[in-house]
């Protein structure tokens, strides 16, 4: 069993910055996949960004409205998930919710691929 705590939301400027982390604990070995999604008022859960561990580096892969914005990495020896989030825009506010899967390949980009949740944290961007 994994737990995972997210950090971090809160409210900014549209052009501001947040980062967001996620601390994992118990069975940490067994994850292979990391992620984060977010969900607006009234919308479904949408896939943000994810990231697992290939040969010597961490591939990451990024939903095509935060490419270029957002950044995902994992700071393993702390088993912490970050999401650095640049440039911010007020559609970018919603629930952010950190990921979690045993599976290898790490291509889910639905939340019925991800195993584990954390409760969210909110970020909040004004105009």
């Known amino acids: 069993q994994v737990q995972l705590v997210e950090s971090g939301g809160g409210s900014v400027q549209a052009g501001g910055s947040l980062r967001l982390s996620c601390a994992a604990s118990?069975?940490?070995?067994?994850?292979?996949?990391m992620g984060w999604f977010r969900q607006a008022l009234g919308k479904e859960r949408e896939w943000v960004a994810r990231?697992?561990?290939?040969?010597?580096?961490?591939?990451?892969y990024y939903a095509d409205s935060v490419k270029g914005r957002f950044t995902i990495s994992q700071d393993k020896a702390k088993n912490t998930l970050y999401l650095q989030m640049n440039s911010l825009k007020p559609e970018d506010t919603a629930m952010y919710y950190c990921?979690?899967?045993?599976?290898?390949?790490?291509?889910?980009?639905?939340?019925?691929?991800?195993?584990?949740w954390g409760q969210g944290t909110q970020v909040t961007v004004s105009s």
């Open positions: 118990g069975y940490t070995y067994r994850i292979h996949c």
């Open positions: 990231s697992r561990l290939g040969i010597g580096a961490y591939i990451t």
């Open positions: 990921a979690a899967d045993v599976s290898q390949d790490c291509r889910g980009t639905t939340p019925a691929d991800f195993g584990s």
